[in-house]
């Protein structure tokens, strides 16, 4: 099954065949290809190049504790996603360590990361799927998080499995049809309001 996003001009394969699955098979993620993709996030740029990020990865294969204890801070919604052989919590450093104060743009940096990483993930042959919906606050209490540190999104990361192994309901969502806004309502001129010509 393709899910490859339908654009409406000529983007790179890498970008057009990239998706969110709900679905991951039993494969294991190969540690090569994993640190790849570690290796990918490393070199995302970032406000005065601090890399603001860290990554708490559990790779089921090698850290079967570690991958149930990430999995436990997914909310239920989020379930399906305790199936992926590899879990990841993204982190922030909320203040810059040059000069202690408050970095406005570590989210952004540890966005620009994970999209770096989804990148070589794609090129992998891997799908990723990012989660928003865990607990913060048990994150803090079961991962040993210190103060100063932002715990932003989750990864599950693994080989594409059949949306028929879903969940009615989810298997709808698996093979639903791929939208975005048009490129005019969220591209503009150099003016807010004005149409990009
Ligand atoms: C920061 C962020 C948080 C997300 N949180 C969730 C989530 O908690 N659960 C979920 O099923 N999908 C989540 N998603 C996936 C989005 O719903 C998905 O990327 C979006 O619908 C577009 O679909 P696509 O990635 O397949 O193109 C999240 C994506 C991002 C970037």
Redesign the pocket.
Known sequence: MS?D?PVDVDVHPLVAR???P?SFTDAPVSPDALQRMLEAARWAPSCFNEQPWRFLVADRSGDPEGHTRLGALL?E??AWARAAPVLVLGATLERFARNDRLNAHARYDLGQAVAWLTVQATHEGLFL?????FSREAAFGELGLPDGVDPV?MLAIGHLGPASALPPALEARETAP?RRQPRQAITLGARWGQPLT
């Open positions: 899910r996003a990239r998706w969110s709900r909310n919604g989020n799927h990012q989660l928003a919906g999104v791929r």
